[in-house]
């Protein structure tokens, strides 16, 4: 009794290149997939260089046999002109390795759908100089870098003017005690405080306004609902959180401000140049040294710039 052999199965892909692997490792030589796309592009490069002439095997190719019988002897191809010589150029067609999994035309398609869409909401392509962008993405980092020199320049602003507040109060207190006491900056009114630093106190006091209210909101909602009591004081109110705070916060912080507004749509350079220049006038500091001096001319300063001191 015997048994027919069963029909050789087909191989897969798959056991294809475990087959091959465990070949290439009972050779001992395993390559990567950059060898294997070096070697690939050394052989299409080769097979390029090389004419079809020449190439191995070109006597039994197929092609080149029913070029011959049209008249093809090697050169250019193309009609000949009435002297013998071809009309068109030698040089091959260039090759265009396509390395995406996308289909032939993909790109040029979405191209298409893009410009219809831009058309459609009113938008033009514009050509960019790479010249003035380059300018452009310059000037937009050198401003970014001034404007975090100016924050810088403005707290050391602040922090002067304040220390010079408290040497004030320090010297009426020993002069007088009825003698009237300069305001503290955090109870003054907004447009009281120099120009060249207001913008930095009005964008922090109303931060903190909006995270105490923040604060008061969430803690609000996660209350239960209490009843009034008329024997409760001010104390047992707070307590309770039945009393609504109210902040202080500096005046006119909701008025609109055209000073401020004007002197922020200075450039950097030039708010930048006004702060350095009031701190040398005023307190004899140089922002750039970052040091004070005891007189006005400031000896030893290199200059104003910031470029005197590189």
Known sequence: MTFDDPAP???TSLQRTQRLKKESLARGVIKSKAQLA???AAAREKALSTSMLEAPGAK???GLAMMAKMGFSGGALGKQSHDG????????IKVSIKEDRGGIGLESEKKRKLNEAMEERGIKTVKIDPDEYRERVRKERED????KQF??????????DEEQVAHDESASDEESESAPRPKPLFSRPLKSIPVL???LVRHREEKERDRRMRHDLEQSLSRLPTYDDADEDDDDKMALGKKKTVYVTLEDLDE?????ESFNALEPAERLTRLVKHLREKYWYCFWCKMGYESSEMDGCPGVTEEDHD
């Open 151 to 160: 924050h810088a320049a403005q707290r050391v602003a602040e922090r002067m």
């Open 256 to 260: 609109e401000d055209e000073e401020l």
């Open 144 to 147: 970014e870098r001034l404007e």
């Open 197 to 199: 630093y207001r913008g």
């Open 9 to 11: 199965q087909k191989e």
């Open 38 to 40: 070096e070697e690939a």
């Open 85 to 92: 010589e071809s009309s068109s150029k030698p040089e091959p």
């Open 60 to 62: 039994k190719s197929k």
